[in-house]
C-alpha cells in the first residue's frame, strides 16, 4: 500500500526560504507508476497546484509560481522534495504531497489523485 508522508519545518520567516520534504512508502518513486504532485490550500481557498515530477525526474511548476519553485527526488530516501523561495507573510497554506498514475498539469482536484499525505502546516512568521 502507498502511503505519504510530508514533513517540513512548521514555522519559517517570511521571505526565506520553505523546505518540505514527501516520503513515500510502499512504492519506488523511481518506477514509471506515479508522478508525485505539490499542492497547497490556504485557510477559506481551493486547493492550489504548484508542480509535479514525473518518475524520470522531469519537472513541471504553474506559471506564477515557477521562477521561485523548486521540485526535486532523493531516490536513496525515497523522497520528494519542495523548495520555495522567498516565502511571502500570507503564505501559509497547508502542503499537500499528492501521486497519481498520469500526468497532471494544473488541477488539484483531489479525485485526480490516487494518493495524499495528511499535509503539514506551514506558518510564515517573524
Known amino acids: 500500500q502507498v502511503q505519504v508522508q510530508e514533513s517540513g519545518p512548521g514555522l519559517v520567516k517570511p521571505w526565506q526560504t520553505l523546505s518540505l520534504t514527501c516520503t513515500v512508502s510502499?512504492?519506488?518513486?523511481?518506477?514509471?507508476?506515479?508522478?508525485w504532485s505539490w499542492i497547497r490550500q490556504s485557510p477559506g481557498k481551493g486547493l492550489e497546484w504548484m508542480g509535479v515530477?514525473?518518475?524520470?525526474?522531469?519537472?513541471y511548476y504553474a506559471p506564477h509560481l515557477k521562477s521561485r519553485t523548486s521540485i526535486a527526488r532523493d531516490l536513496s530516501k525515497n523522497q520528494i522534495t519542495l523548495q520555495l523561495l522567498s516565502v511571502a507573510p500570507e503564505e501559509t497554506p497547508v502542503y499537500y504531497c499528492?501521486?497519481?498514475?498520469?500526468?497532471?498539469?494544473?488541477?488539484?482536484?483531489?479525485?485526480?489523485?490516487?494518493?495524499w499525505g495528511q499535509g503539514t502546516q506551514v506558518t510564515v512568521s517573524s
Open positions: 499528492a501521486a497519481s498514475r498520469r500526468l497532471i498539469l494544473g488541477a488539484a482536484t483531489r479525485e485526480l489523485y490516487n494518493y
Open positions: 510502499g512504492v519506488s518513486i523511481a518506477t514509471g507508476l506515479y508522478y
Open positions: 515530477i514525473s518518475y524520470s525526474g522531469s519537472t
